[in-house]
């Protein structure tokens, strides 16, 4: 009952956010409309659960955003997903301590590597003949105002949230043997 | 190194598997759910943005609301006018209408339809209307605004709902007609922000900014008569074959809500 009641609220929530980056996208003017909330808060929620069960909370949101899009289906699914894996592999083995440039970087990588990742498979798919054309400037123009709104939109809400709350400080060390809190 | 290898190859056969059951058509039960918790959320937040939109947020003065005041009452008196004059004309068109009995002739029937988003990705321009395959929408079907001006093609029809390539997308090409002396035949192109372009116009004949653009009909599922815009600019090279024209859409693109979809042509 319990485990069904998380299901159900985990759903919920995945539905939740990716109504809120579709109406972002609506409500913000160009181009404060190209940050992705998506990436901002499942970031934000991997620093704060240690969790790689973030990637499939991606997988979820992606998949709804792509039942509202015309590009092939798969390209924005993939593509994101692999985002936030590269995301999860970075703060886990290269950036693993608790800041906001570590936010900073984790975010500004992945979304680095789920453009690029967009771009292979759609010149892949242009390359076989089902998209029409290659949207590089597009998907370039994009990245970039995505890419500054998002970073900085992580950098701040980390910021705020690290005043409140001991989970996003540096102070707190965290291995298999033992865990220290600085005083 | 291996496990990563192992993750990486998990999480791509599970999207992998996903993309398969979505062309295979088995996902679609689990998509039409998904939709249908999405769509209404989706729904409240482009009408939030329309109203966001039509708002002039202006701060005046005392002096400036005085002379808007006096402006308006100008305005309205003018306008009280124009309206008696308008309502005869409507009475009289609405007389020539019988006369010609145009909606009977037009010989297509249309599906109202209300915008409920828009498209987030890099790679289109598109609009999302709450009318899919089972209310009688297909792909190609044009999609119209007001009396008749065309604001793009259906692409991609679902269900419940279908997505609408707007005129301004990269990948639109409409055929169309200059209303000018010699009809001159074109195609109008998206991808140029929020204009379109109307290319492969012949480059002797002649062209005047504010001449109206419709489509010509010569494509299938697209009658001849839908307004497109007007012309804003023309390019013409001396060495080229063809001339260019600038568009500037009839409606604006971002705001609309509500659409036909023009179903059956005879």
Known sequence: MKLFVKVLLAILGMVILSAFHLGLSYVLPYPYAKLNIIFCVLILLMLWWNSGYIVWISFFCHLFIELFTVSPFGLVLFSSTLGILSAFWLYKYIFTNRSWYAAVAVAGISLFIYRIVYLFIAALLYLFKILNYLPLKLVFATFIWEFIFTVSTVAIVYFFISRFTSRFRASVIESSVFRYEKK | ?266
């Open chain 2, 1 to 266: 190194m291996q496990s990563k290898t192992k993750t990486f190859l998990g999480i791509s056969t599970v999207v992998g598997l996903t993309i398969a059951c979505h062309y295979l058509g088995w996902l679609s039960p689990i998509e039409n759910f998904f939709r249908t918790l999405v769509t209404p959320l989706s729904k409240s937040m482009y009408n939030i943005s329309i109203r966001l939109g039509n708002e002039d947020v202006n701060s005046f003065s005392l002096t400036d609301l005085r002379l808007a005041y006096q402006k308006l009452k100008e305005e309205n008196l003018a306008l009280d006018v124009k309206l008696v004059n308008e309502q005869l004309l409507q009475s009289e068109n609405i007389e020539l209408k019988e006369q010609l009995n145009f909606v009977k002739n037009s010989g297509y029937q249309s599906l109202g339809a209300q915008v409920i988003g828009k498209n987030i990705d890099s790679l289109d321009n598109n609009i999302i209307i709450n009318c899919g395959l089972l209310d009688g929408c297909r792909v190609n079907n044009p999609v119209i605004v007001g009396n008749g001006v065309l604001v793009g093609k259906i692409a991609r029809v679902e269900d419940h709902i279908s997505i609408v390539r707007l005129i301004n997308d990269n990948q639109s090409k409409v055929a169309a007609t200059i209303i000018n002396k010699e009809q001159s035949l074109g195609l109008v192109e998206g991808g140029y922000g929020i204009s379109v372009m109307m290319n492969y116009i012949p480059q002797n004949e002649i062209i005047n900014v504010g001449d109206k653009v419709i489509t010509s009909g010569l494509e299938i599922n697209m009658p001849r008569g839908f307004l497109i815009g007007t012309v804003e600019a023309i390019e013409k090279e001396a060495y080229q074959p063809f001339q260019n024209a600038i568009l500037k859409p009839l409606v604006n693109l971002d705001k609309i809500l509500l659409v036909s979809v023009i179903t059956t042509i005879k």
